[in-house]
């Protein structure tokens, strides 16, 4: 959970998605989720599974967000839920246990209910406003403390974290930070993963 890469084909440009999840692993990234809401269901498969034999070529997780079904076909490692996706429990039924599943939490209710359910891991945010999520609505310290001290689960903080603010959520207990923009729109993706890798090393040890 330590350095969570979150891909976005909006910056894409000249490399390919795979050319780019391959620049974050050799910067250090530590689990890199598929994010894909343009490609059809047969285009989307035959990507994650060629960017899930790179993820596993460099010793990383690979999770897809919300397909469960891409996930089965594609050998991911598990899947990524939000509030308004297939709930933790009916995802637990259809990938079994050897899967992982996260699930997007804002408070410490949904937060709870998502460990009850069978979550392995959770999002928390937003931590700050972005643009891949406009509306969501930035969550206090105190807010993501509250949630972290609810679960024993791990937690990665997402939404608008920066190189330059990931610091701020010192103290709150969180494992690590899922980065979208911050990795996928750098001019040098290994090198802004390996700096992001490094901040986030201070902020857990701290």
């Known amino acids: 959970m330590l350095l969570y890469a979150v891909t976005d084909r909006a910056w894409v440009g000249a490399r390919t998605l795979y050319e780019q ?3 974050c ?6 689990i890199v989720q598929i994010r894909e809401k343009g490609l059809n269901h047969e285009d989307f498969v035959a990507e994650a599974k060629e960017i899930v034999k790179l993820c596993h070529r460099y010793g990383v997780m690979c999770i897809i967000n919300d397909d469960v079904q891409a996930c089965l076909e594609s050998g991911a490692d ?13 995802v637990r039924a259809l990938l079994g246990e050897d899967k992982i599943i996260g699930v997007s939490a804002h408070n410490v209710e949904e937060a709870l209910l998502a460990q009850k359910r069978g ?10 406003a972005t643009g891949t999520k406009s509306e969501a609505k930035p969550l206090t310290w105190q807010d ?7 679960v024993t689960i791990p ?5 608008g974290v920066k190189l330059d603010n990931m610091l701020e959520l010192r103290g709150t207990g969180v494992d690590g930070v899922a980065i979208v923009s911050g990795i996928f729109a750098a001019p040098n993706i290994e090198q802004a993963t390996a ?12």
Do not use: N
């Not at 403390?145 to 609810?150: L, Q």
């Not at 937690?155 to 939404?159: D, Q, R, S, V």
């Not at 986030?200 to 701290?206: G, N, S, T, Y």
């Open 119 to 128: 979550a392995d891991y959770l999002g928390v945010g937003a931590v700050h």
């Open 21 to 23: 999840v391959e620049e």
């Open 155 to 159: 937690i990665t903080a997402i939404g």
């Open 144 to 150: 993501i403390k509250d949630i972290c001290d609810s």
């Open 25 to 30: 692993l050799k910067g250090g990234a530590t």
């Open 78 to 90: 598990g899947v990524h839920v939000g509030q308004d996706d297939m709930e933790a429990g009916d």
């Open 195 to 206: 700096q992001l890798l490094a901040q986030a090393r201070k902020l857990v040890e701290a």
